[in-house]
């Protein structure tokens, strides 16, 4: 990897659910930069909705983040940080740039309809600034309390975007954005650019539905005195059916624990998430260290894709193709099927999902209903089996034998004699498995016995 350097990035999910696949390609994203780059990981709990976020749903992203490997260097809650956004909002307010709107959601709501009836965009009209302090005195006598709006300058704001290419957002087509509510509370804009100021974040690489709102967002960076990092906006993850994903209607489907609970491996899911919008091949990938020194941000393109359950299962079976039996073992052994070296190497070319090895481990070992179809030929296969010890050349003499004893080929001689060992149509080569399943099994599932 490279010589440690100061970029910095970060990851700042809002505990108010459990995390999907898109956020964790936000995060994976982050944290590969970060790992080739020599740089430091963030995570940041985006917690200042206190209504919806949660101390479970915090921890529940901690528990989904370790899964996948993606260890944080630095950790930050933003409900700890309120008075760091208080001293910003106080600057913005002293220079004008952050002021006090009265209006009610209803009536911010008529004045849109009455904009788009009359052709205009529904920008904010700025009237609060035209208030006096004595009309802001009789409102709030009336009870009303002020959202706090930032003042944008009507120009473009451009920058540099590491996917996107060059970029510019419009500010006199944007209405003000409201940074505090009217209860005293934090929308997310203000948090954020705190956050970032303070912790050094160099990069910002997130989904591009934040375009405009980074346009926004370096004013406000710049109003405070500092210099916004750089941008990289990648394309939209979609689900199967071309639809946003969300934490409500996505979490029973495609969250993390639900992709845990369903026995998917968790490097995976980084190897899919990391190459899907690219045009490289998705490919098996078993340490986050070879992920991330061919992980290039020019290579992820601008349109959105769709996440296809196929996919992570295709790449979920190479994946454990891949694996040797030392690294297994423990797994195995965990899943009360370790049956060797020889029985892994076996199976695992017709394995998709880890816990499909203990079902070929009961072929193994037993019970097996064995499908006889003709007893006769059955017997005829049982008389010519080899005396053991037995090895991967015992199937190829017992079928010649059982050949010459009753003329069969092809798929007549192969089929009944998996359907007899196996009591399936399909399964590892039976040059591997015979040997597993010894002498004593194989004649007694051929005379159609249940062992």
Not at 104 to 133: C, F, H, I, M, N
Not at 199 to 212: E, L, M, P
Not at 358 to 368: E, K, L, M, N, Y
């Amino acid at each position: 990897m490279t010589a440690p350097s100061n970029v910095t990035v970060r990851f700042a999910p809002s505990p108010t659910g459990r995390l999907h696949v898109g956020n964790a390609r936000a995060a994976l994203f982050n944290f590969l930069f970060a790992r080739k780059n020599g740089g430091r990981f963030m995570l940041r709990m985006d917690d200042t909705d206190d209504e919806r976020s949660t101390p479970e749903f915090a921890a529940a992203i901690k528990e989904d983040l370790r899964w996948l490997g993606l260890t944080h260097d630095i950790f930050a809650r933003q409900s700890e940080r309120l008075a760091a956004y208080e001293a910003a909002a106080e600057k913005l307010k002293s220079e004008g740039r952050l002021y006090p709107a009265y209006e009610s959601a209803a009536e911010l709501d008529r004045r849109r309809k009455r904009q788009l009836a009359r052709g205009l965009p529904p920008v904010y009209d700025r009237a609060a600034l035209d208030l006096t302090d004595e009309d802001r005195a009789a409102l709030e006598a009336e009870g009303r309390k002020p959202h706090w709006r930032f003042r944008l300058d009507h120009e473009h704001t451009a920058f540099e975007d590491m996917i996107q290419g060059h970029v510019e957002v419009d500010g006199a087509s944007l209405s003000d954005p409201v940074l505090i509510r009217e209860d005293g509370r934090f929308l997310y804009t203000l948090p954020s650019i705190v956050d970032d100021i303070d912790f050094a974040i160099t990069h910002v690489i997130r989904g591009s539905d934040h375009i405009t709102n980074t346009g926004v967002q370096i004013q406000i960076i710049r109003a405070l005195g500092a210099e916004p990092p750089a941008f990289a906006h990648y394309s939209l993850l979609n689900g199967p059916e071309g639809k946003p994903l969300s934490k409500r209607d996505d979490a029973g489907r495609f969250s993390l624990r639900a992709l845990r609970e369903a026995g998917y491996e968790p490097m995976a899911v980084n190897a899919l998430l990391a190459r899907l919008g690219t045009p490289d091949p998705v490919e098996p990938c078993l340490s986050l260290d070879e992920l991330a020194s061919g992980f290039d941000l020019s290579r992820l393109g601008r349109a959105d894709i769709r996440f296809d359950p196929a996919d992570l299962a295709r790449v979920n079976a190479a994946s454990l193709h891949l694996m040797p039996y030392a690294a297994m073992q423990p797994r195995l052994a965990a899943l009360g099927c370790d049956l060797g070296a020889d029985f892994w190497d076996a199976v695992k070319p017709n394995i998709v999902l880890f816990a499909d090895a203990a079902d070929w481990a009961r072929v193994v070992t037993g019970p097996v209903a064995p499908v006889i179809e003709e007893p006769d030929f059955a017997a005829a296969a049982a008389a010519v089996l080899p005396p053991e010890p037995w090895n991967e050349a015992t199937w190829g003499i017992w079928t010649d034998a059982v050949k010459s004893a009753t003329g069969r080929k092809g798929k007549a001689l192969f089929m009944p004699l998996r359907l007899a060992l196996t009591g399936l149509t399909h399964g590892p080569e039976l040059k591997n498995l015979l040997p597993l399943i010894g002498r004593d099994r194989a004649q007694a599932r051929l005379k159609g016995l249940t062992d």
